[in-house]
């Protein structure tokens, strides 16, 4: 464990000594409160929910997520310092989940100044706790699956932008398919229900904590971790 929350240390202050923290979530709390004062005062609706379950926020996840993990693993290779962080007496999993809490706590910053959105709800009238505090854990896990994802598409290369690309694809696939569920044949929109994220994320946002929801995030982020595991785990097959 020591080994684990050494790397993650480590792996924010690299976040917070360049410009890619204070861009990914400046840009991110931009978007977001844009869409949460369109609702406020355009719709004119006092309410989280639209934050939460909305088209746009859920695209931008999906964006942010491998846009804050693309560096993690790529630039090691890049560097040619992987292989030196790799003979040091840790294994390849403290490596991993190191790199993965780190880029994580960093979304939890972000998320932590998203209270303010709450914030002004409870001020303009009355906030309903429960989906508000459901909603939140829904987009932090939405959050984390897409962090896998871009951690796992970061041990597969060297460059950075190409983990980028590839962890958007993979992420946009897995927003997409709750949106095109009615197109495809009755027999076939329960398992396409259930691998696109829109449901799960829908139902935490209503307030509703069901176990498959957290099963499904718990399986895309260990499968991701796992993946991104033996990868490492590969280069001593060669």
């Not at 994320?201 to 991701?224: E, H, K, M």
């Amino acid at each position: 464990m020591r080994n684990i929350t050494t790397i993650a240390r480590r792996e924010l202050g690299a976040y917070f000594n360049s410009p890619i923290a204070y861009v990914v979530v400046a840009v991110f709390l931009l978007l977001s409160a844009l869409l949460f004062f369109n609702a406020l005062f355009i719709q004119g609706q006092a309410e989280l929910r639209e934050l939460f379950n909305g088209f746009w926020t859920t695209l931008l996840v999906a964006i942010v997520g491998p846009a804050i993990s693309m560096r993690l693993l790529a630039e090691e290779k890049q560097n040619d310092t992987l292989e030196l962080l790799l003979t040091m007496p840790v294994t390849d999993w403290q490596v991993v989940l190191g790199k993965y809490l780190a880029a994580l706590g960093l979304f939890a910053f972000a998320m932590a100044m998203m209270a303010l959105f709450g914030v002004s709800v409870r001020l303009l009238g009355p906030l309903d706790l429960g989906p508000a505090l459901s909603g939140f854990l829904g987009l932090f896990f939405t959050a984390a699956a897409y962090i896998a994802v871009g951690l796992m598409t970061s041990s597969f290369t060297k460059n950075q932008i190409v983990a980028f690309i590839l962890g958007v694809l993979i992420c946009l696939s897995l927003w997409l398919i709750g949106k095109v569920v009615p197109v495809f044949p009755p027999w076939l929109q329960p398992t396409l229900d259930w691998l696109g994220a829109d449901s799960h994320i829908n139902n935490l946002a209503r307030g509703v904590i069901d176990t498959r929801d957290l099963l499904y995030y718990a399986t895309i982020i260990f499968s991701c971790l796992l993946i991104t595991q033996t990868t490492l785990e590969s280069r001593r097959w060669r």
